[in-house]
Each structure stands twice: as C-alpha cells, then as structure tokens.
C-alpha cells in the first residue's frame, strides 16, 4: 500500500528502525543508512547460532542498507542526495548518532519542502532530562513502569530491551503516516519530534490517572498483582500455566463458581477488585491448588463456557508452532544470511492491501528490490466525508465512529482526535462504556459517579459523545446515517457483536464504499478463540512475554496491569492510518481485523527467532542484562526507593566504578569486558548498592548522569503527575469539565514545535451531543440529561416511537449529525 513512498533513516535507536520497518511492511522502499561497521543494533542480543542479531533481524527485514563512511570526502553529499529524493526522514541520531555524518536538515527542508522529518531522542531537546544518557530499562524505570513489579520487598523487577522502541515506534509511524496522508492533499510536508520517554508513558497514563483521582493507594503488592483489581495474574495448573482476569463482579463470580468456590463469589464483600485485594492471602489460599487439578487448557476451554477472561501461558515455543498466528501473518519466515528463521509479522491486518509476510535482513550494504512501485500525483484523491485543511491538524476533515469501550479502541480514536478527526462516541445508556465504571449499585448510579472517573475523561478527550439503542429500528438507523457519512468506524467488541445488529462490515460497505472498519478483537474475527474474552492483562498474559521475564526458576511474570491495551490501542491507529491512504487514494474502504494478542508479540520477536533457528529455550536475566554488566535496580535511602543503572560500555563502567569510589575497579584491565565483570557481578552490584543506599534516589541519579552513567529513578505512575521534566515541557495540560473540575490531560508524545497540540475538548458526558447548543465543542461541558440507571434519551425516546413514526426523524438528533 505504501509502495508510493520512499523512506530514508538514519542514525541507530530501536524507536526509530521500528517506525522505518512499518513503513516497509507495506512496501515502502525504506534506505536504512549505516556506518562501515554496520548499525550498532545488529550486535544487539540475543544472537542466533550464526551469530546475526535477532532484535535487528524484526527491526530490519525489507529494508535495504546503504553504507556511508563519514571519514570519505563525498560523505555529506551522498548523504544529501540520498535524502533528497525520499519522502519520509526518520533520524535516529540523537540516541545514536552511528557514525552519520553532519547534515544541515533545515537546509535540506528549505530546498524539500515536501519532506516530511521525524526526530526521536530519549526526552526531548529541552527538561531536567534532555541530556540524560538513557537505556530502555533507565526510561521504563522513570516512566513508572517498574516500581510495581516484583516482589513486596523488592527489587522491583526489569523486563528485556526494546519495550519502549517498540512502543515510540509506533507513535512515530502515527505521526510520519498521518504526515503522508495530508501530504496527498499537497502542501508542506511536516517536522515532528518525538520523546521516547513520553511515547512510554502510554502505558502509565491509566494508573496516573487512578492515583489522581484516588490518592496515593498505588505500591508492589507482589509478583502478577497489580492495584485495583484482583485476581489478575498467572497461576500454576497441572499441566502448565493459567493467566487469570476477572474484573467485573460478573467475572468473579463465573470464576469462583467455576472453582466450586460459590460461597467466596456470593460474598458481597468481595464484589469489586479492590475489595478483594484486602484479602489476597486468604482468597488464594482457596483457590491456588484447585487450579492445581486441571490443565492450563482445561481450565481456559471451562473459561469460554463461562466467559472468564482466562487464557494458557504459552512458551516460546508454542508460539513457534502456532498454526494458527502462522496462517494469519503473526509469525512469518526471515531470512538472515544464510540461516533461515521466524519473526514477528505485522500487526495491521489490512484484508485489502494486506503487509508482506517475512523477508529478508539486509546484509550491510545490501540492496533489496523494490515491487510494485506506484506513484500518484497530489490533488487526484478522492473526496472523504469533509473539508481537509491542510494547514491544520494533519485529520481535519476526517470523521470517526467510534463503537469501542475501556482503554485500547478509546486510545486508537482518541489518538485520531489528538490528530484532528472529528470522532463521535457511540454508547448506550444500557451499556455505557465500562471505563465509567463496573459498579452498578445505587450510591454509585445516584451520585452519577460515572461522570467523574478520571480514566474515562483520559481516554476520551477531544471527542463528541452521543447516546444510541442499537437494538432499536431507529437507533439502528440513525448509527447507520452517521456511518454513511463518515471515513472510519472502530469497535472492540466481540467479533460477532456489531453483525449481529445489521452492523457488519459487508453491509457497511454496501452502506459506503469508502469507509475502513476496524476490529479490535482479542484473537482475531476468524480465530478459534474469537470468543475468548480478554483484557489487557490477558493479552500480556497470552503473548508469551512473561516466561520471558523474571529470574530462572521462577513462575511467568507480568509486567503490567494492562499491557495489551495501550499497544492494541496505537496499533489500530496506526493501521488505520494505512488504510485511510487507501481509501483516499482509491475511493476504496477496507475491513482491518486487528488482533490485539498478535500486537503484544513484537515484545518476544528474538526469542522466537533464535528458537526456530537453534531450539533452545530462551535465557532469563532477572535484572541482569545480556550485554550490559552491571545492569539493575538497586535500592537508595528512605522507604522503597529504587534506582536503576545500566554501564553500556567500557568507558561508562569505568565512570562509574570511580564516581562510587572504586577506581581499582575502573583501573582493573580484567574487567574491561562485559565477560570479566560477569564473574564478579555479585560483588559489583554490592559494591552500587552501598553507594545508593547513602543517597536519596534523585540525588543518586543526577549524580551519576552528571557523570555520564545511564540511571534512572523507579518512579511510582502518582509522581508522574509532579514531574519536574514532564511539567518543564507541558506535557500535561489542565481541562475543565463537569462532575470533575480542573484536571490533567497528557499530551501525545509526538509534536511539531516546541508546544505539545492543545487539548480542545474534555470528554463528553454520556449522550454529549444531542445537548450542544452550536457547531463548535468545548472543554466545559455543562449539560446532562442522561441518567445511568436506563432513562430514556431524546435519541432513545425517538426509537420508542410507533412504527408509522420510526420513518422519520428525530429533531434533537437531526440537529446534532447536521453539527
């Protein structure tokens, strides 16, 4: 689909080389640009048995590598050359610069008008942390991702590299693809920067927001327990082990009674998660060994009777023999040099102009050939559903339906939003979107306390809300109106959920050609499991990520509350995105079956890589590092204060034996290697350890930045909300709204100047719409004429009228789709 442009990148961080393998995904011609030596990423492990590395392998298949040694005279010119006949510059520099050489980008802009340019860095060019030196574990660690993982004592626990390339990539593809949409339209092309450690805090949003609304309740309750609910984590079965979710009071009490356990799920006591983990000893006490009497499989065929999110924790190599992600371009086959292996596929499961499957590494230097090359001309695309300014944000124009509910189809909307799109929340007030909340008794429905809960009014900013009964005649229609006149709908139901109401996508289609639908199921529309149930949690549960994570020996770890969501949510913006091209290009709409399992397994690309090739199971490190020695989170002064500190390099070891007052370390040539600081790990880390233990955590991190040594604070998500960098740079806005008052907004962590985009709108109150008195929307939304408990709506009162009437039209209404 992408075919049309080519993309250069330069410079050597993860971020970066994932957004350029997007592209190349779906045929772009992508020039990644590396020193003699070759990108320093392709030393990174783990290593297949010929040595190639297999994160570079998933980071890097389709693209072609063009070697410019910056020491030949003509550096800079082949250099410019090269940039100035492409599209799209990713510029990974600023994490490592990789021997590129100098290039004057404003001048090149001058002369190109129409390139567009993306910049990554660890934390942006201005902030307390602009000159940090920084790894994937120092920015998890001050992102907040860290502190609540592991056991109650501690060391909190790390998770392997490449999370937050992963994630930043992603957000960069969304910024650089809705760059190339609008500049279909003619016009400039635009300049982003992008903030690795903002594009993290994705994940940490959810429970920043938690700690805004309800205090500081938030510590590390234990390895797979995470703050508000309870039970979510992994358990051992007879055979295997058992990734379990249950969040409404439904879900527990569907698993209690599957337990034989019906006294415990009866007990109102215990009817919310955070109830339960009051009381978490004595209810795993009664449920851990009956887990113990069925296998992993057994167990997840009752949950599907039941629909309990539960799910099988699989191994890497389960994965490698999964038929099933295998047929559905989840695992596809790579080739590096001369071994041949699997990898991660793409995610963006476009049914029309689907991606490549697998393909080849590049050796250093070598070209691949570019197919099916199509050029088209600015200003033939075809209309969309508005006016698109091309001075404005890059989706004006673009309208958005959004069916989706919790915290992954509310990220991929809002994201087109943040960009522009108009996009109109559909609930009922039979069944609001859960992120209001689960809690269905009285005090909660009277004091409208689904107004006022802060993840709904994150997720859900800069969008319009309007209140349908879908199973009615003239609900139906009306959703069906909207849906004729827009370019995007999205949902995150179950697979059969919108078909079932006359809203799937082969009438869709016949409803308006153009329009791309998307489904966020859990496993896909045609899987097996298509009727699992799943939360973020189950999807981190059932990637294989956690038998990755952890110290040998020991159960499966998670490394979030809700890992899948964030990442299904970016996911289905960016394929979306792709697909908008399309459309606009064609006139052609297309139906995305996005499954957010399959999303989480970039996570564990290597590790499948380097089993299909050698068969051995994958090493765990704890906090340890493969390369990086010392590398770890090592307790400071005061209560549960944590520092993560990573040596990259000799040189950086050196820097910091000395700076903690051992500069017979620093001096010792036996312990210039990785390997010889290997033996004596034990003894190094002690040695880090009575040095932090002396310093507060920001006292210990600004000193050894000073000294030029990647650390970072484990921060908790609640001092997020206080971040001397974050509020340095506005990251978090301040928005009005009803029920709630004053309260934060994070921006994206992609901008265009210095300014993050403003935030135009709080979220809306349930059926917002249909109250608005202009065309226009703001943050201070007054009006509420919806109440939770089932009272009809204007729109739903139209759709209790008489059948004679259902043919015509609902004056509120009408009002509102005219805005």
Request: net charge neutral; hydrophobic share 40%.
């Amino acid at each position: 689909m992408l075919s049309h442009l080519r993309v250069v990148e330069i410079g050597s961080s993860a971020a970066t080389s994932y957004c350029a393998r997007l592209f190349a995904d779906f045929g772009a011609d992508v020039q990644k640009v590396e020193p003699p030596v070759g990108d320093p990423l392709r030393r990174a492990a783990p290593l297949t048995t010929g040595g190639q590395s297999a994160w570079f392998a998933f980071l890097n298949y389709n693209k072609s590598s063009t070697v410019i040694d910056s020491a030949e005279l003509d550096a800079i010119t082949r250099l410019t050359e090269v940039i100035e006949n492409c599209n799209i510059l990713i510029d990974g520099r600023d994490v490592e610069p990789a021997d590129c050489p100098a290039i004057d980008i404003a001048a090149i802009r001058e002369r190109r008008p129409g390139l567009i340019y993306l910049e990554a860095s660890w934390f942006g060019h201005e902030g307390p942390y602009a000159g940090f030196v920084a790894t994937n574990s120092t920015v998890r660690a001050l992102a907040g991702l860290v502190k609540l993982v592991g056991p109650v004592e501690g060391p909190p626990l790390l998770a392997p590299d490449f999370q937050t390339g992963v994630l930043a990539g992603l957000w960069g593809f969304i910024a650089a693809a809705s760059s190339a949409f609008t500049r279909m339209q003619g016009g400039a092309g635009r300049s982003w920067s992008l903030s690795i450690f903002e594009s993290s805090l994705a994940l940490s949003e959810y429970q920043m927001f938690e700690a805004f609304e309800r205090g500081g309740l938030m510590h590390r309750s234990g390895i797979n327990r995470f703050w508000p609910n309870f039970p979510v984590g992994i358990y051992e079965t007879k055979n295997g082990w058992l990734g379990v979710s249950t969040i409404t009071p439904a879900q527990w009490r569907a698993f209690c009674h599957m337990l034989d356990l019906s006294k415990l799920g009866n007990d109102p006591a215990l009817l919310l998660g955070v109830d339960r983990l009051r009381h978490i000893e004595l209810i795993e006490r009664q449920f851990v060994q009956r887990l113990k009497t069925q296998t992993a499989q057994e167990w997840f065929a009752e949950g599907l009777k039941r629909k309990i999110p539960i799910v099988p924790v699989p191994e890497i190599s389960d994965l490698r023999q999964d038929a099933e992600k295998k047929e559905r371009g989840a695992i596809v086959p790579v080739l590096l040099g001369e071994e041949e292996g699997l990898s991660v596929g793409s995610m963006q499961r476009l049914t029309l102009t689907p991606p490549r499957r697998g393909g080849r590494v590049p050796a250093l230097g070598e070209q691949q050939p570019v197919v099916n090359i199509r050029r088209y001309v600015t200003g033939t695309a075809s209309a969309s559903s508005g006016r698109i300014d091309i001075g404005g944000l890059p989706l004006d124009g673009i309208r958005v339906i959004d069916f989706s509910m919790g915290w992954a189809g509310p990220l991929c909307t809002r994201t087109l939003a943040d960009l522009g799109a108009d996009v109109i929340k559909i609930e009922a007030i039979q069944y609001p979107d859960w992120w209001r909340g689960v809690d269905r008794r009285a005090a909660y429905v009277d004091g409208q306390m689904y107004e006022k809960t802060a993840r709904f009014c994150m997720i859900n900013r800069n969008k319009r809300g309007i209140t349908l009964d879908l199973t009615r005649p003239q609900g139906l229609a009306l959703a069906k109106r909207l849906l004729a006149g827009a370019d995007i709908a999205v949902n995150n139901y179950s697979v059969d959920v919108l078909p079932k109401l006359g809203l799937g996508y082969d009438a869709l289609k016949t409803l308006n050609p153009r329009l791309v639908v998307m489904s966020m199921s859990a496993f896909g529309t045609n899987s097996v499991y298509r009727n699992c149930r799943a939360y973020g949690s189950t999807l981190e549960q059932g990637s294989g990520l956690p038998t990755v994570i952890g110290n040998p020996g020991e159960p499966p770890v998670m490394s979030h509350i809700a890992f899948g969501d964030a990442v299904g949510g970016l996911n289905g913006c960016a394929a979306v995105l792709v697909a908008l091209t399309h459309a606009r290009i064609t006139g052609q709409g297309q139906f995305i079956d996005l499954a957010q399992i399959e999303c989480m397994m970039p996570f564990v690309a290597p590790w499948i890589t380097v089993h299909s090739i050698n068969d051995m199971p994958p090493r765990r490190y704890g906090n340890r590092h493969p390369q990086f020695v010392p590398h770890g989170c090592f307790r400071c002064a005061g209560e549960d204060n944590w520092i993560v500190i990573a040596a990259t390099d000799v040189d950086m070891w050196q820097r910091l034996a000395t700076l903690i007052g051992r500069p017979d370390w620093a001096a010792d040539p036996s312990l210039k290697s990785a390997e010889g600081r290997r033996i004596i790990e034990n003894v190094i880390e002690r040695g880090i350890e009575a040095w932090t233990l002396t310093r507060d955590a920001d006292q210990a991190m600004f000193e050894l930045q000073d000294a030029r040594v990647a650390a970072g604070v484990a921060r908790l998500p609640i001092d997020l909300l206080e971040d001397r960098h974050l509020s340095s740079r506005g990251f978090l806005q301040a928005v009005e709204r009803d029920f709630i008052g004053l309260h934060p907004q994070p921006s994206m962590p992609i901008r265009e100047g210095k300014e993050p985009y403003a935030i135009r709108a709080a979220a809306p109150t349930l059926g917002d719409i249909t109250q608005r008195s202009s065309p226009g929307f703001s943050g201070s939304l007054t009006t509420r004429l919806y109440n939770y408990k089932g009272k009809a709506s204007s729109v739903q009162r139209c759709s209790r009228k008489t059948s004679s009437q259902e043919q015509g039209s609902c004056p509120q209404t009408d009002n509102a789709l005219a805005r």
